[in-house]
């Protein structure tokens, strides 16, 4: 079992608990966060080692949400979920250090799964620094 | 954009106007060419073609003309060139005597009906009449001089007679052009509203699909996780059974919003029924839910609990409601509170249904031109465009009796009122 720890935020809990538990069979640590402010409160309280958000979220959305975690933790990697199969109407996110986008659709059905091959790159990434 | 395309419309009926004009010039030349080696009178000469000549240059730089000019004020220049022509022509070709000229008359009359309105057809008729009896008198009498090759002379009493029923046919046939004129503008713009109609429900459509559709894809998510948590025994924690009941309201709730927005796609239902007002704003907002739930938005509804019944076209009335949550969604692109209300008023006679925002409110002299329904008119940003709806909202509730007001003040919110007939209970 590896010591990294994923944050991921949606404000599905349905989904945030399957993902959950699917990031966990994959080896990790896993935190989960309902929605931009929880997830702010727990970047706050323990550092989480990458942080996956979805995009489309009420109150806060994923950009307003990693804007204002890399106020406090400016290195973290994060990936991002969206509907869209392209990114193009997300805009404004290229300070942001967003590591990859992630089609949420595909996550559990994607067989060479590109959000393990991100977090393991991520991973990679974090340690390099 | 309405402008543009009714200037588009216009320009290409002057287009084809302009044609039959000069296929008119050219037959007349031909007609001339025929009696000048028949009959041996020479009409052709120097300032025929200058007659014909300017009629041409007026034909062609319709392009750069309505760039330019005002493309309405314009159709009076043109008509007046036309008519001043025409009556040129009538000179030319022995006044009174010359009958078969005064053909070209109507032709402009009918033009100002087609492509034009009444005012046109009447300013084509009193100017026709005017210079036509100009003419003529003054032709007859001797005070233009004589050019025409038509060697015989009517008795006074007959070119009076001969002009008089001319003048009359005039009017007649303006009449005529007129009625159509009126037939035509009503018939275009009933075609113009069908095609808002689709155009509005499409717009909506465009704005809501993209959200519904992430809904439902973040449902197909989740059933695929499902599906992967009971394909693997080693992560699998909660039971079976359970699982397999959240795939079955996952698919469920999924059906529903595709069903909704479905029914919403489809052309409403030409048919009047009782119609439970609650239902149909409770269905409106849940079609709208998956957009007004990522936006910084509160949805309020104090529905009456007599929950009473309209007459009307459920599926159209339906269309009112989103066109106002979509418009107050606009209206706030920050935080805000959409409020619903129904009341019985008017002693039961009728409900008194609020739709307000807390946007930016619209601008007094806008509120007029909202209530007149001028058809795309919209305050909303180029972007947003879905003031369209206001214009589809007015037609609706027009079309069920009922009424519409606005109350707005800018920077604190608006408010649209709408009251329709309540359906009266048969008594026993």
């Known amino acids: ?129 | 954009m309405l402008d543009d395309t009714f200037k588009a419309e216009l320009l290409q009926k002057y287009k084809f106007a302009g044609k039959i004009r000069l296929i008119s010039f050219s037959l007349l030349f031909f007609y001339l060419l025929l009696i000048k080696y028949t009959g041996g009178y020479s009409y052709i000469n120097v300032t025929f073609f200058a007659v014909i000549l300017f009629e041409t240059i007026l034909n062609q730089p319709y392009n750069f003309i309505t760039q330019r000019a005002n493309i309405y004020r314009f159709q009076y220049f043109q008509m007046a060139a036309d008519i001043i022509a025409i009556s040129w022509m009538v000179y030319y070709m022995g006044g009174i005597e010359a009958p078969v000229v005064t053909l070209a008359y109507y032709a402009v009359i009918l033009w100002a009906g087609v492509v034009s309105s009444a005012q046109a057809v009447f300013f084509a008729v009193g100017l026709s009449a005017l210079l036509f009896s100009l003419v003529v008198i003054f032709e007859y009498f001797g005070i233009f001089p004589f050019v025409g090759h038509y060697y015989y002379k009517m008795l006074t009493s007959q070119m009076f007679s001969v002009l008089m029923a001319n003048i009359s046919f005039f009017f007649a046939f303006g009449y005529f052009s007129a009625r159509a004129a009126l037939v035509i503008k009503s018939l275009e713009r009933k075609k113009y509203e069908d095609s808002l109609k689709h155009e509005h429900r499409f717009r909506a459509m465009g704005h809501l699909i993209e959200y519904i559709a992430h809904d439902a894809l973040n449902h197909l998510a989740n059933i695929s996780g499902y599906a992967r948590l009971l394909s693997d025994k080693r992560i699998r924690t909660a039971g079976e059974e359970e699982m397999i009941k959240s795939i079955g309201a996952l698919a469920q709730e999924s059906t529903n919003l595709l069903s909704r927005l479905m029914h919403f796609s489809q052309k409403p239902n030409p048919v009047l029924e009782p119609v439970g007002i609650n239902k149909v704003i409770e269905d409106a907002i849940e079609l709208t839910l998956p957009l007004v739930r990522y936006s910084k938005i509160t949805v309020e509804k104090r529905l009456d609990s007599a929950n009473p019944l309209v007459m009307g076209e459920k599926g159209r009335l339906q269309e009112i409601f989103i066109a106002l949550i979509l418009n107050a969604y606009d209206a706030m692109p920050g935080k805000g509170t959409l409020a619903i209300a129904t009341a019985l008023a008017d002693k039961h006679k009728s409900i008194k249904i609020d739709v307000s925002d807390t946007g930016r409110g619209i601008q007094p002299q806008d509120i007029s031109r909202i209530r007149d329904g001028e058809p795309f008119f919209t305050t909303q940003d180029a972007q947003g465009k879905l003031g369209l709806g206001l214009v589809t909202t007015h037609e609706i509730v027009t079309k069920h009796k009922g009424t519409i007001d606005i109350q707005s003040t800018v920077g604190k919110g608006t408010t649209f009122v709408i009251q329709l007939p309540v359906l009266q209970k048969e008594p026993n």
């Open chain 1, 1 to 129: 079992m590896s010591n990294v720890k994923i944050l991921i935020v949606d404000d599905d809990k349905e989904f945030l608990a399957l993902l959950g538990k699917n990031i966990e069979s994959w080896g990790y640590k896993v935190i989960l966060a309902s929605g931009g402010k929880e997830a702010l409160e727990m970047i706050k309280n323990k550092a989480a080692d990458i942080i996956i958000l979805d995009y489309l979220m009420p109150e806060m959305d994923g950009v307003e949400t990693l804007k204002e975690i890399r106020r406090i933790d400016k290195l973290v990697p994060a990936i991002m979920f969206t509907s869209h199969p392209d990114n193009r109407s997300i805009t404004g996110t290229e300070k942001l250090g967003i590591f990859a986008y992630i089609p949420k659709v595909g996550v559990f059905t994607d067989p060479e799964s590109s959000l393990r091959a991100a977090i393991a790159m991520a991973e990679k990434a974090k340690e390099e620094k």
